[in-house]
């Protein structure tokens, strides 16, 4: 069994890394990639755009293809987006997927403006590291870089549009303090894929990069017992 797990936009592996090592102990095989533009200056993550991104978490379904007969798939906030969207073009290719926290709207009237806006500021602050647990990094840009999130937003268009061709058993987890992403998307996927095979589980004590923070265990077992039950004999 295979599992594909996308990090979210202007972070790094980092975010789903203990996710990916629990996933490996309980015996399958994970690929975890770098997207491009990503894990090492903003600047680079100026040259890319959504299409980028996708192309690499495809190769990768591919490549895990190779060794698995099924591959699961699990996406961290914008992560959650780039893997609705494999489940939209790649069908029964993909067994299952699993959201964190996952991004395919927002009711943020700042995201408005970006359009307008990335013509004359190329940055804003940070969004990362929205965290409750003390100590922990998840290895993210102090900088959102405008050109590549508007691209993200066209990317979510996308998504929405075609969410009623996503039938794979679907497992949500939804921090429900969250200062990136609010319930706006939970709600618009929920609503819309045809998946009959549903389940959302509140996190209560975790803010959005969930897979790092109190209940990141939560998210690890209950993942791995979803993909267990949908295993083929």
């Given amino acids: 069994m295979g ?16 996710w990916a090592e629990h996933l490996v102990a309980d015996g399958f095989r994970v690929a975890a990639p770098r997207l491009p533009g990503h894990g090492t200056a903003w600047q680079d993550l100026v040259l890319t755009e959504w299409t980028d991104w996708y192309a690499v978490v495809e190769e990768e379904l591919r490549l895990l293809q190779e060794h698995c007969d099924q ?11 780039l893997a609705l969207l494999l489940a939209e073009r790649r069908g029964a290719e993909i067994a299952g997927v699993v959201l964190v926290n996952g991004i395919v ?9 970006v359009p307008v806006l990335r013509g004359f500021v190329p940055t804003l602050q940070g969004i990362s590291n929205d965290i409750a647990k003390p100590g922990m990094d998840e290895v993210a840009y102090d900088r959102t870089p405008l050109q590549p999130f508007h691209s993200m937003t066209k990317m979510w268009r996308e998504v929405r549009d075609h969410l009623d ?5 679907l497992l949500v987890f939804r921090s429900v303090q969250d200062h990136v992403v609010d319930p706006s998307s939970g709600r618009a996927i929920l609503a819309a894929v045809s998946s009959t095979d549903v389940h959302e589980h509140l996190l209560r004590r975790s803010y959005h990069v969930a897979t790092m923070d109190y209940e990141s265990g939560d998210i690890f077992a209950g993942s791995t017992a979803f993909f267990r039950r949908l295993t083929k004999d």
């Fill in 3 to 18: 599992v594909l797990l996308i990090h979210g936009f202007t972070g790094s592996p980092a975010s789903v890394r203990d």
């Fill in 71 to 81: 591959v699961f798939v699990g996406g961290f906030s914008m992560g959650g987006a």
């Fill in 105 to 113: 709207t927002t009711n943020d009237k700042r995201a408005l403006a």
């Fill in 165 to 169: 061709r996503v039938e794979q058993p």
